[in-house]
């Protein structure tokens, strides 16, 4: 007998194609609130794959991600499983809000407790009924308010099979950095399971370029492990990706109109102007430089911003295999 997939109760067996309406708790009007979970099976044994977005319910771009990967049949495998589920959140969803309605960062609370919080239940849920059946995680983000992030992967550069996919995910830009205490990625690390954190764009806002970046690269990686259909096109990445070593937050020292010079994910020299902060009366021009030469990875595009504000995140050590020597910033 063919080995069948149990989730949240439901059997799925190879070769068949079923979603699964996640229930995760009723609105003060009683109206159930249900999360789609669409699982495509082929016939033929191997990885189980699962794709999500909306983590953060402002967070549309990874959304927007997961749905074309549907649309477009790429989530139909060649072999093994792949899960899609393209809003975790479905509450900041409907609100455009980052948060559970209980307050609290869906991000910040894995693996959840049985009996503690919304937003703690769902996470206790999700990483009991569905993660132990999963081998590899994808999962995407935007930059928080009106912080673009260029598209980029993160990863705990200690873990080799993630550094591998991530190379084959080919973002333009790889970030090292540390798993954050009781985050998705955090708990998929504790359980082994590999995961690929996709960063790109920014809240409630679709950016056509970042999300297929997000698509070519989960194109890719499915082709890496020989679990993509034969009549999907592969596309080429204009370069190998950067890794960022180390970075840091450049934060305005004026209040004001902010009006960046500079364009997502490029170099940049030391002493460089890369903005200006103006006041609304024509009299103050301030002009901001940067302290080192490196990649602009994230801008912030509010027209307004305080002092003290993350307005740029620029790398200060990375690795470029695209120039000869492997240059190291």
């Known amino acids: 007998m063919k080995d069948p997939l149990y989730i949240l109760g439901n059997q799925i067996m190879p070769g068949e194609r079923k979603t699964i309406n996640f229930n995760i708790a009723k609105l003060y009007t009683s109206t159930k609130v249900e999360i789609p979970i669409i699982v495509e099976r082929s016939t033929r044994p191997g990885p189980v794959v699962l794709i999500t977005a909306g983590v953060h319910g402002d967070e549309i771009n990874g959304v927007e991600i997961v749905r074309q990967l549907i649309y477009r049949k790429i989530n139909r495998p060649a072999r093994g499983t792949i899960i899609c589920i393209p ?71 200690k873990n080799d099979k993630d550094l591998e996919l991530a190379h084959v995910f080919n973002a333009p830009f790889i970030l090292e950095s540390k798993k954050i205490e009781k985050s998705y990625r955090g708990t998929c690390s504790k359980m082994n399971k590999s995961i ?13 370029d970042i999300a297929e970046e997000g698509v070519g690269g989960v194109i890719r990686v499915l082709e890496h492990l020989e679990m993509l259909s034969s009549k999907i096109e592969i596309p080429k990445a204009a370069r190998s990706s950067i890794t960022i070593k180390s970075s840091r937050w450049i934060r305005a020292k004026y209040s004001g109109m902010f009006h960046p010079e500079i364009a997502h994910g490029a170099f940049v020299e030391k002493g460089q102007v890369v903005a200006s902060i103006t006041d609304p009366y024509g009299k103050n021009n301030y002009k901001v430089k940067v302290a080192n030469s490196g990649y602009i990875i994230n801008i912030n595009e509010s027209p307004i911003v305080y002092q003290g504000d993350a307005i740029f995140h620029i790398s200060t050590s990375f690795i470029d295999p695209n120039i000869e020597g492997d240059e190291k910033g």
Do not use: W
């Open 87 to 157: 809003v975790l959140n479905v509450f900041g969803f409907l609100s455009m809000d980052r948060n559970f309605p209980d307050g609290r960062d869906l991000n910040r609370v894995f693996p959840g407790t049985k009996k503690g919080s919304l937003a703690s239940r769902f996470a206790y849920q999700f990483v009991n009924e569905i993660l132990p059946v999963v081998d590899i995680c994808l999962d995407f983000h935007t930059g928080g308010a009106s912080r673009f992030n260029t598209s980029q992967i993160r990863i705990d550069p």
């Open 196 to 208: 690929l954190l996709f960063e790109g764009g920014k809240s409630e806002f679709i950016d056509k």
